[in-house]
């Protein structure tokens, strides 16, 4: 298993939104679009709600786009990265990049969670444990840092064989 670790290494944009962690309805309404300065378009009011009722909460750019067409919405790739880029810095959804170019976003609901990710599914799983909270903050405390921020990855592959990746590998072998 591989894993990194990132303390403080975010940009101060992020830092102060983490600071300022506003505890968002379940349901972004128009009025909360506008409350951030953007209008409640057709597009990002969709893209809001897939990530509030989808049972996979961290989608890239592409899944939503997929998931939009399947539902019958066509929104172009690109006017999709826009939207969750300003979803981003509105607060509104957080941004992780796990170990591919991609970038994966899940809504902002203001709980601190790590996250555990399948090198071959892409499967990711939350996980929050105060003992290692602790154990971090006293190391930057060892260090003379005061944490504002961090991120902790765990990559591994998925073992109770539902990983289908690595099914489809089995099956193309064999
Ligand atoms: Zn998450
Ligand atoms: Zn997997």
Known sequence: MRYSIGIGRKSGYYSRTLRSIQHLPMTTTPQDLNERGLKATLPR???IRLFETSRDCHMTAEDVYRRLKEDGLD???ATIYRVLTQFEQAGLLLRHHFESDKAVYEINRGHHHDHIVCLHCGKVEEFFDAEIEKRQNEIAQEKNFEVVDHALYLYGYC????CAERRRAESDEG
Do not use: E, H, V
Request: charged share 20%; proline share 0%.
């Open 75 to 77: 929104i172009g790739l």
């Open 45 to 47: 009011l969709r893209i």
């Open 159 to 162: 073992a109770t064989g539902d």
